[in-house]
């Protein structure tokens, strides 16, 4: 079984996707922008003071804090 890993686990420029994340956690604003099981995220940049995070999630660009982003679950694409 593989072992759960976190948005905060992405280093610059790598792929993952979304295998779950606590919806009572995150806010809806980012569920409805395609922070959903199954969408491909790919770290674009983290903020000089390492929070936020500037992800591309299917082609739209947001920024995450990082005590939302240990609530969103991937697995890296190779």
């Known amino acids: 079984m593989e072992e759960k890993k976190s948005l905060l686990e992405l280093a610059k420029g790598d792929k993952a996707i ?9 806010p809806l ?5 395609g922070c959903v ?4 995220v790919e770290l674009v940049q983290v903020a ?3 929070d936020p995070l500037y ?3 299917n082609g739209s ?6 005590e939302v982003a240990q609530y969103i679950q991937i ?4």
Request: with cysteine; charged share 35%; aromatic share 8%.
């Open 55 to 57: 992800l591309c999630i």
């Open 18 to 26: 979304i295998t779950s994340y606590k919806a009572e956690e995150i």
């Open 75 to 78: 697995k890296f694409v190779k």
């Open 48 to 50: 000089p003071l390492k």
């Open 29 to 33: 604003k980012l569920i409805e922008m």
């Open 61 to 66: 660009y947001l920024a995450i804090r990082k």
């Open 37 to 40: 099981e199954g969408s491909e």
